[in-house]
């Protein structure tokens, strides 16, 4: 898997920290009871239209009108493991801490019932964290599903370092590059996609190692001297 392995300009300790935090979770070997999950999430614009398109006609496109009408913004979370190759999208009207807890009741008691702890990899912010948890449901239940949870968190302008991420980006450009009137279209499009493209499913060769960040940290403060 190729990335844009970009290091910000001089990266601070926080950033060294929680990078290599992430790239020693993506060493590990596959294991069922302890599966590596990856979470993001991308807002979407619902986009309607003014004027009926005009049909294709021979040797031309369908036409649509410049104009057209904004019908709110939806959110996709994605789950992808990549030692698999397996996804999930939800289609949510808002991105709260309640939907995210919601999101992560599902992962737990949906998608991974048999797992004794998910291994979870999300960028962080206010939202992705086990208090969010407590915001939706009762203590008991909460911290349920939290104690199902180890969390590792990417770092500040390291969201590249999350799979997900790049799963959303395939997602945008396959499936999600037109107008989009409505959230039962996003949901109905975005599922198809995620069928066809878990048909295909392969696991992710992620070559992007620790060695490989010590060296390109190197090169980066090496152009940023003190």
Known sequence: MKESWCLPGKPSA???????????VYKRSYDAMRPVVC??????QLVGERRAP?????GHPRCFDYEYVRNGVANIFMLFEPLVGRRELKVT???????????IK???????PQAE?????LDNPNTHNKSSLYEAFEPQEAKRIADKLE??????HGSWLNVAESELSHLSRQCLDRRIPDIETLKRESTKWNK?????AQPVDWQFITEDARIKLKESLSDHPK
């Open 54 to 58: 005009l049909p294709p006609m021979p």
């Open 196 to 200: 066809d493209r878990n048909n295909k």
């Open 93 to 103: 009207e808002r991105r709260t801490k309640v939907d995210w807890a919601f999101l």
């Open 39 to 44: 979470m993001d999430e991308v807002p979407k």
């Open 14 to 24: 926080e950033f060294v920290c929680k990078m290599e935090d992430v790239l020693d």
């Open 117 to 121: 702890t998910i291994v979870l990899v």
């Open 151 to 156: 969390i590792h968190h990417t770092p500040k």
């Open 106 to 112: 599902e992962l737990v008691d949906v998608h991974y």
